[in-house]
C-alpha cells in the first residue's frame, strides 16, 4: 500500500457566511508557538474589512429581533457543534499557545462551558440589566437593553480560543453582529470556530471572522462610520490611543479593557459594554 | 457619410419603415449579436479598476445622471416631495455635490415635482403608456401621455408592447412610439424596452433600433418591475446601437439603464462601458442616464469615503 499524502487545510476568511479568501489574495504563514509552519492563513486587507462591515450590517435587523429565547437555542446549538469538534480545537490550541494537551484540553472545555454561559444570559439581560422605574406621574416607565449594533472586536492575541469565545458570546448573546479580527499570530481556532458557527444555526453575516495583521486592520474598523461599538481588547498597546481617536470621529462605543484571566469567572462587564438603554414612558389607566 | 443629416432619418432607412415588411426585412438584416463576445467584453471592462480623482469624477459624473425614481403604488405627494429634495440637494452636508438629471415619477404625482423642483434645472421625468405591462389600448396610452405632458413633464418614459414585439408585429410598435412622441410635443421621449422580457441580445438590438427609427431620443433597458432589469451585456448591445445610429445620422440618442443598478462599483462598470462601447460624448447626463433609487445613496456614500479616507455608513444618508 503507498503512503497517503495527508490533505491540509486552506484556512479562509468567513464572510457572510461563505468562506472566500481575502479580496487582496495574500497569505501569510502560520507557525506554532516554537516557530514551526502549521498552515497558510488568509491574510485580510482593508476592503475585506468592509465587506465584513455590510454582511453584519444586513444581518444584524434579523438577528437583533430574534427573540432572547430563538438567539439563545441558537447559541446552545453552537456549544453543541464546539463539543462536537473538541479534539480538532485541542490540537490546534496545543500547537498554537504550545500548551501541553491537558492544559489545552482544559481550555477548549472551558470555551464551550463559557460559550453555554452566554447561551444562557440571552433571555436573562434585560431582566438584570432593565428596569420598571419609579416616576412621579400616572406613567410606567421601564428601561429596555437593546443591542447597539456592529461591534468591531479586536480578538485577544494570547488566548485563541478561550479568549476569543469571551469576547465573542456577549456581543452576538445580546442580538448585535460582530466583525472578529482574529488573533494575529495564533488565527487558526477561530477559523474552526467559523466552521463551527457556520454549521450552527447562526444566520450568515451575525459573526464574521478575519484572520491577517491587526494592525493593518485595526484603524480601518475603528474608524468605519458603520460600526456602533470597537472591543479592543487584543489591540497593540502603541496603537490604542489613535485606535480610541478614530472610533470617537463616529461616536462608537469603546470597550478599552487589559486582558484579563480568562479562565476566572467573567461576570456580565461585556454583556452590558454593547447594549444601550431605551427608556420607555406610557400613559397609566388608559 | 459626408453630408449627414440631422432632422430627417437617411433614405435608406426611411425606405426600412415603409412598410411591415421592409421594417421586418431591416430587422431581421442587422448582424446577429454574438452572445459570448458581448457577455465576454462586458466582464472584461467591468474589471477595470478607476481610483482617486478619477472615482471621484465618476462618481459625481453618475451623480449628475441619476434619474432619481419612485414608482410606487404606496407612492404619496410626502414622499415625492422629499424626493425632489433630495434631488436638488443629495447631500446637504456637501453643497458642491451635483444635482441629479431628473426625478421621474407616476405621471399623477408629476404636478407635485414640477411644484417642488420650481425654479430647478432637472428634468420631470414621467412614466406613461400603462406602465409597466403597457397592456392597454392606444388610445388610453396617448392620454396617459398627454396628461404627463400638459402637468409638466419634460421627460416621458413609454413602455413598448412587448407581446406585439415577440410576435413580429413590428409595424404596430414602431407606429404606437410614433404616436406617443407626437403625444410628447416638447418633451423627450425614452422608450423603454423592457429587456428581461426580450429573450435574446438579438431582440434586444432589433428593438432598439426599432425605438431609434421611431424617433425615441433615449432607449431605455427596462420598467425596474420585471427581473433580470439592467445588466451590463444588455447596455452595450443598446450602447452599440446609439453609436450606430451616430455613425450613420449624425445624431447622438441616449441609453437608460435602469432597474437592479445599486452601487457605486456598478455605476463605475456601466460609465467605462458608456466611453468604450458609444464614445467620451455620450459622458453626458443628456445622452446617459441611471434610472435608480438606492444607487444615489450608494453613490453619496462612497463620495464621503473618498474625502474622507474612511468607510462611511448608511446612517450618514437619507432613508428613503
Not at chain 2, 181 to 187: I, P
Request: hydrophobic letters at 45%.
Amino acid at each position: 500500500m503507498s503512503d497517503r499524502l495527508t490533505v491540509s487545510k486552506t484556512y479562509k476568511l468567513y464572510l457572510g457566511g461563505a468562506f472566500p479568501r481575502s479580496e487582496s489574495g495574500r497569505t501569510y504563514p502560520v507557525t506554532d508557538a516554537r516557530g514551526r509552519f502549521l498552515a497558510n492563513a488568509a491574510q485580510a486587507s482593508r476592503k475585506d474589512v468592509r465587506e465584513a462591515v455590510v454582511a453584519a450590517r444586513a444581518a444584524f435587523g434579523k438577528w437583533s429581533r430574534a427573540t432572547a429565547y430563538n438567539r439563545g437555542q441558537v447559541l446552545y446549538r453552537v456549544a453543541e457543534m464546539l463539543e462536537g469538534r473538541r479534539e480538532q480545537f485541542c490540537a490546534e490550541v496545543a500547537a498554537g499557545e504550545g500548551v501541553p494537551a491537558k492544559r489545552a484540553a482544559a481550555l477548549v472545555d472551558a470555551a464551550i462551558d463559557r460559550w453555554v454561559w452566554y447561551a444562557g444570559w440571552t433571555d436573562k439581560v434585560a431582566t438584570v440589566l432593565g428596569a420598571a422605574n419609579p416616576v412621579a406621574g400616572p406613567y410606567f416607565s421601564f428601561s429596555l437593553p437593546e443591542p447597539t449594533g456592529v461591534v468591531g472586536v479586536l480578538a485577544p492575541q494570547g488566548s485563541s480560543l478561550l479568549g476569543l469565545v469571551s469576547v465573542l458570546a456577549p456581543v452576538i448573546a445580546t442580538g448585535n453582529t460582530a466583525v472578529v479580527v482574529t488573533s494575529q499570530d495564533r488565527p487558526l481556532p477561530a477559523v474552526t470556530l467559523a466552521e463551527v458557527l457556520a454549521t450552527s444555526d447562526v444566520p450568515g453575516g451575525v459573526v464574521n471572522v478575519l484572520t491577517g495583521h491587526t494592525a493593518e486592520l485595526a484603524p480601518w474598523l475603528a474608524a468605519h462610520a458603520d460600526v456602533n461599538a470597537v472591543d479592543l481588547v487584543g489591540a497593540p498597546q502603541e496603537l490604542r490611543a489613535e485606535l480610541e481617536r478614530a472610533a470617537a470621529g463616529s461616536v462608537k462605543r469603546v470597550l478599552r479593557s487589559a486582558e484579563p484571566d480568562w479562565t476566572a469567572e467573567p461576570g456580565i462587564t461585556r454583556l452590558r459594554a454593547f447594549l444601550e438603554t431605551k427608556t420607555v414612558w406610557h400613559p397609566m389607566g388608559v | 457619410m459626408s453630408d449627414v443629416q440631422t432632422t430627417a432619418a437617411p433614405p435608406e432607412f426611411a425606405d426600412a419603415t415603409r412598410d411591415d415588411t421592409a421594417l421586418r426585412r431591416f430587422l431581421h438584416g442587422l448582424p446577429g449579436v454574438d452572445q459570448v463576445g458581448v457577455e465576454q467584453r462586458a466582464a472584461g471592462l467591468a474589471t477595470r479598476s478607476i481610483k482617486k480623482d478619477s472615482k471621484l469624477w465618476a462618481i459625481d459624473t453618475a451623480i449628475s445622471m441619476v434619474d432619481l425614481t419612485t414608482l410606487e403604488g404606496a407612492d404619496t405627494e410626502g414622499k415625492v416631495r422629499s424626493l425632489c429634495a433630495k434631488a436638488r440637494r443629495p447631500d446637504p452636508d456637501f453643497p458642491d455635490v451635483p444635482q441629479v438629471g431628473a426625478v421621474c415619477v407616476y405621471p399623477d404625482m408629476v404636478a407635485t415635482a414640477v411644484k417642488a423642483l420650481d425654479g430647478a434645472d432637472i428634468g420631470i421625468a414621467s412614466v406613461a403608456t400603462a406602465f409597466p405591462s403597457g397592456r392597454s389600448s392606444l388610445s388610453i396610452k396617448l392620454e396617459d401621455t398627454r396628461m404627463a405632458v400638459e402637468a409638466g413633464a419634460t421627460e416621458i418614459d413609454m413602455v413598448i408592447d412587448r407581446g406585439a414585439f415577440l410576435s413580429g408585429k413590428y409595424m404596430r410598435v414602431f407606429e404606437e412610439i410614433r404616436a406617443v412622441k407626437a403625444a410628447c410635443g416638447s418633451a423627450h421621449l425614452k422608450v423603454i424596452l423592457e429587456t428581461g422580457e426580450l429573450a435574446t441580445y438579438d431582440n434586444v438590438r432589433r428593438a432598439s433600433w426599432l425605438a431609434l427609427l421611431a424617433g425615441g431620443d433615449f432607449i431605455k433597458t427596462s420598467t425596474g418591475k420585471v427581473s433580470p432589469a439592467a445588466t451590463l451585456p444588455v447596455t452595450h448591445v443598446m450602447l452599440q446601437a446609439v453609436h450606430d445610429w451616430h455613425a450613420a445620422t449624425g445624431e447622438h440618442r441616449g441609453v437608460k439603464p435602469a432597474g437592479g443598478i445599486r452601487t457605486t462599483k456598478d455605476a463605475i462598470r456601466y460609465l467605462v462601458a458608456v466611453h468604450e462601447v458609444a464614445g467620451p460624448a455620450w459622458l453626458d447626463p443628456h445622452l446617459f442616464r441611471f434610472g435608480a433609487s438606492s444607487l444615489l445613496n450608494d453613490l453619496l456614500m462612497q463620495r464621503r469615503t473618498q474625502l474622507a479616507g474612511h468607510y462611511s455608513g448608511p446612517d450618514y444618508v437619507t432613508v428613503d
